[in-house]
T-cell receptor, first 113, second 110 residues
């Protein structure tokens, strides 16, 4: 299967700890997106990369959040000093340069105790 | 108000048609999507439509777009129990962020 993959699938952490998630997009896709989804809601946009450049960041992305895509392939999303309100499903999506359809990974479910 | 709105629940009998509705506020939305999410799974792209179209059909799925009213619908013909899931409407203006509705939970009763 050559779809979008995300690791880990589940993460439980204590408040105040740092966590890092990884997303591997579909190989020929140069655009990569991070979203957050809380229970009963649709995904909310966090940030967007075109190749290695981070082109857009949501106001939801506080200074405790940082995302990178150093070589224009996989991406990481780090949350520092986690809070209980960070508990959510973090979704990654990728898209090909000439197409607009975004394909989603299975997500990483974060639980902050 | 919300950018994209959907009714939260829909229940149909197996074999009937399902119609899931969505309204949006951004008139510059150029691409409109329907995603399906099953429990514990990511979002599966079902279909999409460009804003210069008013209808798209793909097997059992029919998407209707009323751009004047900013209304999008998804019709599923001959609904099956396997269609039970949450369906999300999403809109975007291009490469940038996609705005999602809260999702419509479709329940198909045998």
């Amino acid at each position: 299967d050559t779809g979008v993959s995300q690791n880990p699938r589940h993460k439980i952490t204590k408040r105040g700890q740092n966590v890092t998630f990884r997303c591997d997009p579909i190989s020929e896709h140069n655009r990569l997106y991070w979203y957050r989804q809380t229970l009963g809601q649709g995904p909310e946009f966090l940030t967007y990369f075109q190749n290695e450049a981070q082109l857009e960041k949501s106001r939801l992305l506080s200074d405790r959040f940082s995302a990178e895509r150093p070589k224009g392939s996989f991406s990481t999303l780090e949350i520092q000093r986690t809070e209980q309100g960070d508990s959510a499903m973090y979704l990654c999506a990728s898209a090909r340069g000439d197409r607009n359809e975004q394909f989603f990974g299975p997500g990483t479910r974060l639980t902050v105790l | 108000g919300e950018d994209v709105e959907q009714s939260l629940f829909l229940s149909v009998r197996e074999g009937d048609s399902s119609v899931i509705n969505c309204t949006y506020t951004d008139s510059s939305s150029t691409y409109l999507y329907w995603y399906k999410q099953e429990p514990g799974a990511g979002l599966q792209l079902l279909t999409y439509i460009f804003s210069n179209m008013d209808m798209k059909q793909d097997q059992r799925l029919t998407v209707l777009l009323n751009k004047k009213d900013k209304h999008l619908s998804l019709r599923i013909a001959d609904t099956q129990t396997g269609d039970s899931a949450i369906y999300f409407c999403a809109v975007t203006r291009g490469d940038n962020d996609m705005r999602f509705g809260a999702g419509t939970r479709l329940t198909v009763k045998p």
